[in-house]
């Protein structure tokens, strides 16, 4: 099994590609783990050797005990880089990916070559929503939640599809204590007033229909902010990348390769 150790503890990874080609980092959704990114691989593999991962707290990653920091997510990815030999990539992170692709580029620009941004946010709800969904999450476990953020997930034409029902899966049998503290993480992130020192070539995705990341209030703000951030808006839901799979891989194989011809 692919697993490393990262920043003190045991991430599960997949590097795939050929090692010639430039690295591109892919990073999950909460809830989620590294098999989301399966629509996107084929055709991303054509361009990028390819680097998948669990979170720590979820898939097959460890669940360190205590709250974590979206600083503490970013070292991660750092950590896992450094051991497997890779000094710069391009990151792409959705949601949650999304928050630590910002803490990246705002502490380790020089290991970054591009940034997507999919279906995120510089600052995530309120503290009081983050807090009624730890004490749900901590006192009935993932299915006490489960309805509620798979339909945030999939929009209805989308609820009953192969990669719903997979996601469905993974999401109930994701660590309570892991998730919870990847909230904790998202509940305390702000960087709205940090937005306009990434200097990184950065593409922000976002979803008409989005209700836990809507374009505005949250991709606006990351587009207005960052000096000449790129925005592409799709149809569907907050998983941009299942609900319209060939648009969004498009869109990233578009704007990555600008850079990488």
């Known amino acids: 099994m692919p697993f490393i150790a990262a920043n003190h503890i045991r ?3 997949r ?3 050929k090692p010639e080609l430039p690295v591109l980092v892919l990073s999950h959704s909460l809830g989620c783990d590294h098999g989301m990114w399966e629509p996107q691989v084929s055709d991303l593999l054509q361009r990028f050797r390819l680097l998948r991962y669990d979170t720590r707290g979820h898939g097959a990653s460890d669940v360190p005990s205590g709250d974590y920091t979206i600083e503490a997510l970013g070292r991660d990815v750092l950590a896992l880089c450094d051991a497997l030999n890779i000094k710069n990539f391009a990151f792409c992170g959705l949601s949650m990916g999304g928050a630590i692709g ?10 970054l070559t591009a940034l997507v941004l999919a279906n995120t946010s510089p600052q995530f709800g309120t503290r009081e929503t983050w ?3 730890l004490q749900a999450v901590r006192q009935g476990g993932m299915a006490a939640i489960e309805e509620a953020v798979l339909q945030r997930f999939f929009s209805p034409a989308n609820r009953a599809s192969t990669w719903a029902h997979s996601v469905r899966a993974v999401f109930l049998a ?3 204590k892991g998730y919870a503290a990847c909230c904790t993480a998202l509940r305390d992130v702000n960087f709205k007033d940090s937005l306009n020192q990434i200097k990184l070539p950065t593409l922000v995705i976002g979803s008409l229909g989005d209700p836990s990341t809507p374009w505005e209030g949250n991709g606006d703000i990351l587009v207005r902010n960052i000096p000449a951030a790129k925005a592409v808006l799709l149809r569907g839901a907050h998983l941009s990348n299942l609900e319209q799979p060939r648009s969004f ?5 578009e704007f990555l390769i600008e850079r990488n011809p």
């Open 11 to 13: 991430l599960f990874y």
């Open 15 to 17: 590097l795939e590609g």
């Open 102 to 111: 910002q803490w990246l580029a705002l502490n380790a620009p020089e290991r």
């Open 131 to 133: 807090e009624s969904r």
């Open 174 to 176: 994701t660590d309570p």
């Open 249 to 253: 891989t498009a869109a990233v194989l």
